[in-house]
């Protein structure tokens, strides 16, 4: 089997209205942008992925289409580490991390999904196997600012079945009226972001007033996020800390896993390399015994390699599923949880198929 074409699609969703303002990346949203990777063969089979699209989606679209399809044409899908392997060397020198590596990202989500498709078995099978039907979803709030509408959404995300949140805020406030409401429902978690603000000293600061929340982890607490070693000490203070999303070579993962600076990673499938890096990831932070419970915030082929590599190696998986509704989805409604659950797809690959009519109306490039 030989590669014959890859592509891009770039569609937009509307996020459904009704609710609070909503901001996403620091900016008022209400669409969110999804950059497909299309790769078709020669026996007929075509796999889907997604490169990460976030404000940044034409330069990726540009690097799929100019500098990584071409050097596809004829190769074999199947042989994915041959492939990716190459054009990791073949891209290095534009960058090792960023565009580059999200385009890549894509592309090996789809070479995956035909590896699936052509052997007639899931992702999550190729990776290892799982027992799983459903895999637990944490709602991932986005930012609101302002503590009535924080209770607000998190009432409703407990009402829909979630038993673990995480709020995008930096106020106190705001964070405390979130977990006086988890402490009503048992077992129930909560995660905050605040997406890499403080310094060290202003880190230290912040989070001593919430190690009495009993948080399950604390986001990127510190500017830069790949200060590793200051993530350390605020996690010394008494408080776990997560990172991951803004570490983008698997070089730097290994380190963070080594060193085990934090207690959760959060590696995200469509900027790291894809499925075939993710794995490697889980493999090294499963042998170190550091917790894995990767990023995925968006609603296409990345969210559901997300489940499929979680099922497979994760010890105790958690999805992340960003809270705001859509009002059309190209691959129908599998990205919304029952009872707080996601769905393990079963079919060949991702087991999740683009509806190619509502794809091509949503589409922007």
């Given amino acids: 089997m030989k590669i014959t074409s890859v592509s891009t699609v770039v569609y937009r969703q509307q996020l459904k209205p009704g609710g609070p303002p909503l901001k996403f990346a620091g900016e008022p949203r209400?669409?969110?942008?999804?950059?497909?990777?299309?790769?078709?063969?020669?026996?007929?089979?075509?796999?889907?992925?997604?490169?990460?699209?976030?404000?940044?989606?034409?330069?990726?679209?540009?690097?799929?289409?100019?500098?990584?399809a071409p050097a596809c044409i004829g190769a074999d899908?199947?042989?994915i580490a041959t492939l990716m392997n190459r054009l990791m060397r073949h891209t290095y020198g534009v960058g090792r991390a960023g565009p580059v590596m999200y385009a890549l990202s894509g592309l090996d989500i789809a070479l995956w999904d035909i590896l699936g498709k052509a052997a007639n078995l899931p992702v999550h099978k190729l990776l290892?196997?799982?027992?799983?039907?459903?895999?637990?979803?944490?709602?991932?709030?986005l930012k609101?600012?302002?503590?009535?509408?924080?209770?607000?959404?998190?009432?409703?995300?407990?009402?829909?079945?979630?038993?673990?949140?995480?709020?995008?805020?930096?106020?106190?406030?705001?964070?405390?009226?979130?977990?006086?409401?988890?402490?009503?429902?048992?077992?129930?978690?909560?995660?905050?972001?605040?997406?890499?603000?403080?310094?060290l000293q202003e880190a230290l600061a912040a989070s001593a007033p919430l190690r009495e929340l009993g948080l399950k982890w604390l986001e990127e607490p510190v500017w830069p996020p790949e200060d590793f070693r200051a993530a350390a000490e605020v996690r010394a203070i008494g408080i776990p800390v997560a990172i991951g999303e803004n570490v983008l070579t698997p070089t730097?993962?290994?380190?963070?896993?080594?060193?085990?600076?934090?207690?959760?990673?959060?590696?995200?499938?469509?900027?790291?390399?894809?499925?075939?890096?993710?794995?490697?990831?889980?493999?090294?932070?499963?042998?170190?015994?550091?917790a894995v419970v990767p990023h995925s915030a968006y609603f296409g082929p990345g969210l559901v390699a997300t489940a499929h590599v979680s099922a497979a190696l994760s010890r105790a998986p958690l999805i992340e599923r960003l809270y705001c509704d859509l009002s059309e989805s190209p691959f129908g409604d599998w990205y919304e949880p029952v009872d707080g659950h996601l769905a393990l797809p079963r079919g060949?690959?991702?087991?999740?198929?683009?509806?190619?009519?509502?794809l091509e109306k949503l589409q922007v490039a």
């Fill in 30 to 68: 209400s669409t969110f942008e999804t950059l497909l990777v299309k790769v078709e063969t020669d026996a007929g089979i075509t796999g889907w992925g997604e490169a990460f699209p976030h404000r940044i989606w034409r330069a990726v679209k540009s690097l799929i289409e100019t500098l990584v």
């Fill in 128 to 141: 290892g196997g799982c027992a799983l039907d459903t895999l637990p979803a944490y709602a991932s709030l």
């Fill in 348 to 358: 060949p690959g991702l087991g999740v198929e683009p509806d190619l009519a509502l």
């Fill in 144 to 199: 609101y600012g302002n503590v009535d509408n924080v209770a607000r959404v998190t009432e409703d995300a407990l009402g829909r079945g979630y038993h673990d949140l995480k709020v995008h805020e930096t106020g106190h406030d705001e964070i405390v009226a979130a977990a006086k409401l988890l402490r009503q429902k048992t077992g129930a978690g909560l995660m905050v972001d605040v997406n890499a603000p403080w310094t």
């Fill in 252 to 290: 730097d993962f290994a380190r963070l896993i080594d060193g085990r600076f934090v207690d959760v990673i959060q590696p995200s499938v469509i900027k790291i390399g894809g499925i075939s890096v993710m794995r490697d990831i889980f493999v090294l932070a499963n042998q170190a015994s550091v």
């Fill in 77 to 79: 899908p199947t042989a």
